[in-house]
């Protein structure tokens, strides 16, 4: 890995940065603002839906000119919408600009490796890519509660600043720089020698042409394997944060502030599983590691009969290296199948829209599961749990979790039977 893998990396870890900090201020915005309970899922929603709607364009647009001058110009949407937060937009619709903005961003950030490296270096980059994100994600939350927190409210209301800035506003003014040093990176990234696609702006033509690209992707051996894979897990993974702070709150009796802290354990587990991946793992070898979220669907039920939070500890972590390990080869795989097959922008937009809409699925399928199987909480329940789920009752953890595993182990199992099928037919070739 050279200089100019580096500066690519620093770019995008710098802008999933501010994204993630940037949602935590919005969080505390909203609260400033008393707005409805259900805002505040609205905003992850509004944030995610773009990656579904934008698909079948996004990666037109990043394979229409140098990945690098696509990240500037998505760097500069999300700045936009970082902006219109602070100066009165209404959370959710600036939040909503700023997924429009990663959205399409993400086709030219993950594009741009696959164009960089030869495809015997994409599981080790994918490692860092994860491994980067993943760190982004959990600093960013850091960041984001510490800027909208009672420190920042202590000295904002000791300074002159506290006049014109709450603390939401002062987090989200900070966000802004960080979104600048990110465009400011961007500007040293290379220039590489790659073939252009024209850009057509006929919406139909790329709904067509998305279409087949969506198709392509499937039909091949390598692509639908790998794509469903990795659809699983983004689903799976957006999922198990709802689901392991239900169980941290209801099964270990813990505050929110430590339930997601057992979450952050799940996330450095991502990311420890990711670099022994990007070590390990060659490319060939990456079917090889789909046994490993057999395993994770395993342990998510094991969860029933852990009621220590240390186990509990460890069990996130072992989890989240499992998650970390079996993904990233796999997305290396899909990526070096997409390029090869329609473009890598094309290609991260197809994979784009498939893991997103897994996540508003499953996500949709426990929400449903919450509302219709929730039991009304016993007299004499603790305070905590009052708190929390006097309104909607307590969700159905065994049903969850044991249904949320199992599922995990069934679909896995399954793409596992597809590869050894395929393989035994000598379709796995490249």
């Not at 698909?55 to 229409?64: E, I, M």
């Not at 009621?307 to 500890?313: G, R």
Request: glycine share 10%.
């Amino acid at each position: 890995m050279n200089r100019g893998f580096f500066t690519i990396l620093g770019a995008q870890f710098l802008s999933a940065l501010a994204d993630n900090a940037l949602f935590f201020a919005a969080l505390a915005l909203l609260k400033e603002q008393q707005a409805p309970e259900w805002h505040l899922s609205m905003l992850l929603w509004a944030f995610t839906v773009s990656y579904v709607v934008i698909a079948p364009y996004a990666g037109a647009f990043a394979d229409s000119m140098h990945k690098g001058r696509a990240m500037l110009i998505c760097n500069g949407i999300k700045l936009a919408g970082c902006l219109g937060m602070l100066c009165g937009l209404p959370p959710i619709y600036a939040y909503a600009i700023v997924g429009f903005g990663a959205a399409t961003y993400s086709p030219a950030k993950y594009g741009i490796i696959t164009e960089y490296l030869p495809h015997e270096k994409l599981v080790e980059a994918n490692g860092w890519l994860e491994g980067a994100t993943v760190g982004a994600i959990i600093l960013g939350t850091i960041i984001g509660g510490y800027l909208s927190g009672n420190k920042i409210n202590i000295f904002l209301q000791s300074h002159t600043l506290g006049q014109y800035l709450s603390p939401a506003q002062f987090a989200i003014a900070a966000t802004i720089v960080l979104y600048i040093l990110a465009a400011y990176v961007n500007l040293f990234i290379p220039k590489l020698i790659v073939r252009l696609k024209p850009l057509h702006l006929d919406p139909v033509h790329q709904a067509k042409e998305f279409a087949w690209c969506v198709k392509r992707l499937w039909r091949d051996p390598q692509g639908q394997l790998s794509l469903g894979v990795t659809t699983l897990f983004w689903g799976a993974g957006a999922t198990m944060r709802l689901v392991v702070l239900n169980w941290a709150v209801i099964w270990l009796a813990l505050n929110l502030e430590q339930a997601s802290q057992l979450i952050a354990l799940v996330a450095i587990g991502i990311a420890i599983g990711a670099v022994i991946a990007g070590r390990y793992i060659p490319l060939q070898k990456a079917f090889s590691v789909m046994w490993a979220g057999i395993g994770m669907g395993a342990l998510v039920i094991f969860m029933l009969w852990v009621n220590q939070i240390a186990i509990a500890a460890l069990l996130m972590l072992i989890i989240g290296v499992l998650s970390g390990f079996f993904v990233v080869p796999l997305n290396a795989m899909l990526q070096h199948r997409g390029h090869k097959l329609m473009g890598a922008g094309h290609s991260i937009a197809v994979q784009n829209f498939n893991e997103n809409l897994g996540i508003l699925i499953m996500v949709g399928m426990h929400a449903w599961l919450v509302k219709n199987f929730s039991t009304p909480l016993a007299s004499g329940s603790s305070a905590l749990l009052q708190q929390q789920f006097s309104h909607h009752g307590i969700p159905p953890m065994q049903l969850i979790i044991v249904g949320f595993g199992g599922f995990v182990i069934i679909v896995m199992s399954w793409i596992i039977w597809r590869y050894h099928r395929n393989q035994g037919l000598g379709l796995l070739h490249d």
